[in-house]
């Protein structure tokens, strides 16, 4: 008769293991930190007015005294970018997280509402979701009037219907779910299963599917003020400072350059954090 020889060692490696972050996740979460930095108080990185103009100083190319050179009025660029966070990052946030409020009371009571009202809420959503998320969020901005607050009401309809899809399959699921049924079998009243069982199960995967999206409704936001129908001059938000530039791109290139950089940038690092987060909470990656 023989015996298996098992690896002592094997008995205690997990199955899964969370996945570490890599260089990449990283720099990109050194990026958010600073950004967020810039955010909340852009003086601790640029003193300056971004406002100020000196006709004198205007088209200034990068330099020491200028590290991403002036604009067509003087104004430092430098600045400008880094003041220009707290509005492309506010814009972006602010959409995402009415997106998610939205969409969790859209589809929990398409969820719970019976056969005649998830058909009708479901069919609204795939009605939006017909139409490209900027075409949407430009619709909306003709009702809502061009502007911060009317950008932020335009992408977070925009991105809601897409959400609400997600959360009315998770909570059907959950409303499915054995300890539901026990709870409904007990006599517990609906509006308490409801709180105790469906929105914390389903509140978890959206927090990380808009923790992804954040990116999109950033470029999004950003893609109205250069449009014109977001953040209005001389606020110096991303978009709105690609607009400004795109007249002087032969003769001053940087005006331009830096807040289209620093958009990418950000769009980048906000998804690899995102995609990270998203395979943490998976469990995806094998020890």
């Known amino acids: 008769m023989t015996t298996e020889q098992v690896d002592p060692a094997s ?5 899964f293991s969370r996945p570490l972050p890599g260089p990449a996740v990283l720099l ?3 990026l958010l930190a600073l950004l967020l930095v810039a955010a909340v108080h852009p003086a601790l990185l640029a003193a300056g007015s971004p ?4 006709p004198l100083q205007a088209l200034q190319a990068p330099d020491a005294a200028h590290l991403f050179g002036t604009d067509q009025l003087g104004r430092d660029v430098f600045t400008r970018v880094v003041h220009g966070a707290r509005y492309s990052l506010s814009i972006g946030a602010a959409a995402t997280a009415a997106g998610l ?3 969790l009371v859209w589809g929990l009571v398409a969820a719970l509402s019976g056969r005649f009202g ?9 009605a939006l979701l017909a139409l490209p998320a900027l075409l949407l969020a430009l619709l909306v901005v003709l009702i809502t009037g061009k502007g911060v607050s009317g950008a932020t009401i335009a992408v977070a309809v925009g991105i809601a219907p897409g959400f609400a899809r997600v959360v009315r399959a998770q909570a059907m699921v959950v409303r499915r779910s054995g300890y539901v049924e026990s709870a409904i079998g007990l006599g517990v009243r609906r509006p308490l299963i409801v709180l105790r069982h469906v929105l914390p199960n389903t509140v978890g995967p ?11 409704s950033i470029s999004t936001g950003a893609a109205l003020s250069y ?3 977001g953040a209005q001059p001389p606020t110096p938000e991303w978009g709105a400072m690609l607009t400004e530039g795109q007249g002087f791109l032969h003769q001053a290139w940087w005006i331009a350059l830096f807040p289209g950089l620093m958009l990418v940038c950000t769009v980048v690092a906000v998804t690899v954090v995102g995609r990270h987060a998203q395979a943490r909470s998976e469990g995806r990656y094998a020890s």
């Open 51 to 54: 406002t100020d103009t000196d």
């Open 101 to 103: 409020v939205i969409a």
């Open 118 to 126: 998830d058909a009708v809420l479901m069919r609204a959503a795939d």
């Open 206 to 216: 959206l927090l990380v599917l808009g923790t992804i999206t954040l990116g999109a």
């Open 227 to 229: 449009l014109g129908l």
């Open 28 to 30: 990109s979460a050194a």
């Open 11 to 15: 008995r205690q490696r997990p199955r």
